[in-house]
């Protein structure tokens, strides 16, 4: 992903991903966010310590851990279970975001 150019973007997973993440970018010279936007999938307590603040996306996961359990046990009942549900979040935006690159 690095060998041609950089990415200008890249969405993280959890927390200790995008402070590896960061690291990496900072060992190479590429500064979030002048030269890539950083943007975390969980709002986590650490990212409260960080300046810039960290870009994330907040949701409650106390349904999805209900639904998983519940999909559990109605697959070890033999009950086919595919239902969809769908969670809110909300995207917090950050100071690792920066403006796009300029052609």
């Known amino acids: 992903m690095f060998t041609t150019t950089p990415p200008t973007a890249l969405i993280l997973d959890e927390a200790p991903l995008f402070f590896a993440a960061q690291q990496f970018l900072q060992s190479l010279g590429l500064r979030v966010p002048q030269d890539v936007s950083l943007i975390c999938t969980d709002g986590d307590p650490h990212c409260s310590w960080c300046t810039p603040s960290i870009?994330?996306?907040?949701?409650?996961?106390?349904?999805?851990?209900?639904?998983?359990?519940?999909?559990?046990?109605n697959i070890s009942r033999g009950k086919n279970d595919i239902r969809q549900s769908f969670t809110p979040a909300v995207f917090v935006q950050g100071g690792t975001i920066g403006p796009a690159p300029k052609e």
């Open 55 to 73: 870009a994330h996306i907040q949701w409650d996961n106390r349904p999805v851990v209900r639904r998983v359990v519940n999909w559990a046990a």
